[in-house]
């Protein structure tokens, strides 16, 4: 069983930056693949990112790439999502997830492949 809990969303003007943490509980949340995921008001949730057990493989959503940067810290329990250049369009509840099924070099991009989730949080971009 893994809890998961993601903090450091909020209210940011377009340009800007936020990192998004996921504090992680559970023995073997070290060997998951991880993922971020969001919504928007009236969307359907959508893959953002993910990461495999060790952060030697990265998968990012084409609309994300080279702004975003996912990582993980095992010792810590945590994963980290880092915000750059961040557009109205970013606006949403950002979920942290975890794959248990994928312990490899894996990084899913499908929503059904996570079987862990946490409560989400707000991000907000003004124009």
């Known amino acids: 069983q893994v809890q998961l809990v993601e903090s450091g969303g909020g209210l940011v003007q377009a340009g800007g930056s936020l990192r998004l943490s996921c504090a992680a509980s559970?023995?073997?949340?070290?060997?998951?693949?991880m993922g971020w995921f969001r919504q928007a008001p009236g969307k359907e949730r959508e893959f953002v990112a993910a990461?495999?057990?060790?952060?030697?493989?990265?998968n990012y959503a084409n609309s994300v790439e080279g702004r975003f940067t996912i990582s993980r810290d095992n010792a810590k329990n945590a994963v980290y999502l880092q915000m750059n250049e961040l557009k109205p369009e970013d606006t949403g509840i950002y979920y942290c997830?975890?794959?248990?099924?994928?312990?490899?070099?894996?990084?899913?991009?499908?929503?059904?492949?996570?079987?862990?989730w946490g409560q989400g949080t707000q991000v907000t971009v003004s124009s």
């Open positions: 990461i495999n057990w060790n952060g030697h493989n990265t």
């Open positions: 997830a975890a794959g248990s099924m994928y312990e490899g070099y894996e990084v899913p991009s499908g929503s059904w492949q996570y079987d862990y």
């Open positions: 559970g023995r073997t949340f070290t060997i998951y693949a």
